[in-house]
C-alpha cells in the first residue's frame, strides 16, 4: 500500500480540514483515470435511491442505534450531498462551496427574526413569514408562478409524507374536518369501499388498487388530526412486528420446529405469547 495515492500525498493529506479530505476522497472516487469505476459511472439520477436509503438509515439509527450509528449514518448522508457536489463541479455547475453558501444564505433570510430586527408574535406568523419569502425567491429567480394551494409539493416525497403534506396545505384554508369523529368515519367509509370491490366474481385489481390508496390516505389524515407522523409510526411499527417475528422464530426453533413446518394456528398461538410479553 505504500504507492497508494493515499500515501502519495503525504503528511499534507493527514492534517487537512476533514470536510476538505472528503471533498479529496471524493475527487479520487471520481478520477477519470483512476478513480473507482463504480463511482465514476454515476449520475445524478443513478445517486437518488443511494440518498434516500441513507436518510432511512439516519431516521433508524436515531430510533435505534447508539450515538456511534448515528454519527456513522450521518457520515454516509454527508457524502452523498458531497457525491453532488462533485458532479456539479464536473459540469461546472456548482460545488459544495456554492451549495453550502446557498443553504446559509437561505436560512439567513428565512430567519429574519433571528438575524435581522423582525419579530412575529406565533408561529403562524413565522410560517406566513417563511411561506413569503420562499414566495419572493421564487419569482427572483424567475420560475414559472404556480397558483395552486398545492404548489411546490414535491411528487417524488415519501408517499405517506406527501399525503400528510398535501392535507396539511389543505387545512390552512379550511379544507379540512375540525373534528376526528368524521375522519374516523372516513375510514370505515373507506374500508366498505375496498370490500365491496371485492365482491364481484371477477375482482378488478385496478379498482381495488384505488381503494387501498384512499384508504391509506385517510389512514394519515387520522394520524395528521392526532399529531402523529404517519411515516414515522409506520417505521415503528415495522421494527416492532420484526421483533416480534424473529421471536415467533426463535420460540419455534427452540421447540425444534421451522416455520415451514409450523401451521398457521401454532404460529399465531406462539405470536399472542411473544405480543403479550413484550407489553
Known amino acids: 500500500m505504500s504507492d497508494s495515492v493515499y ?23 471520481r478520477h477519470p483515470q483512476t478513480g473507482c469505476p463504480w463511482d465514476k459511472q454515476q449520475t445524478f439520477s443513478s445517486v437518488v435511491p443511494y440518498t434516500l436509503e ?14 456511534d450509528d448515528i454519527k456513522d449514518e450521518l457520515g454516509d448522508l454527508l457524502f452523498q450531498i458531497v457525491f453532488y457536489a462533485q458532479l456539479g ?19 439567513i433570510r428565512r430567519h429574519p427574526h433571528v438575524f435581522a430586527n423582525d419579530h412575529f408574535s406565533n408561529e403562524q406568523q413565522l410560517n406566513d413569514n417563511w411561506d413569503k419569502v420562499k414566495q419572493q ?13 398545492l404548489a411546490n409539493i414535491p ?6 409524507m406527501r399525503a400528510h403534506k398535501l392535507q396539511k396545505r389543505c387545512a390552512k384554508v379550511g ?20 370490500l365491496q370491490e371485492l365482491k364481484p366474481q371477477q375482482v378488478n385489481q385496478a379498482a381495488v388498487e384505488e381503494e387501498i390508496g384512499d384508504l391509506l390516505f385517510a389512514v394519515v389524515n387520522l394520524s395528521r388530526h392526532l ?17 416480534r417475528f424473529r421471536a415467533v422464530e426463535q420460540h419455534l426453533d ?26
Do not use: C
Not at 137 to 149: P, Y
Not at 227 to 243: G, M, Q, S, W
Not at 262 to 273: C, G, N, R, T, Y
Open 137 to 149: 425567491e421564487r419569482t427572483e429567480q424567475g420560475k414559472v408562478e404556480d397558483a395552486s394551494l
Open 7 to 29: 500515501d502519495l500525498a503525504g503528511e499534507e493529506l493527514r492534517h487537512f480540514p476533514q470536510l476538505q479530505k472528503l471533498l479529496w476522497v471524493m475527487a479520487q472516487l
Open 89 to 107: 463541479q464536473e459540469q461546472a455547475e456548482f460545488d459544495f462551496e456554492a451549495v453550502a453558501a446557498a443553504v446559509a444564505d437561505k436560512l
Open 175 to 194: 379544507f379540512d374536518w375540525p373534528e376526528i369523529g368524521p375522519v374516523v368515519d372516513k375510514i370505515h367509509e373507506e374500508i366498505d369501499e375496498v
Open 54 to 67: 441513507e436518510a432511512y438509515e439516519v431516521a433508524d439509527a436515531i430510533e435505534n442505534g447508539s450515538m
Open 227 to 243: 399529531k402523529v407522523d404517519a411515516e414515522t409510526a409506520l417505521r415503528k411499527a415495522n421494527v416492532k412486528f420484526e421483533k
Open 254 to 279: 427452540d421447540a425444534g420446529q421451522s416455520l415451514h413446518e409450523a401451521s398457521l394456528e401454532q404460529m399465531e398461538k406462539v405470536w399472542q405469547k411473544v405480543k403479550a410479553a413484550s407489553k
Open 155 to 160: 411528487a417524488g416525497m415519501a408517499p405517506l
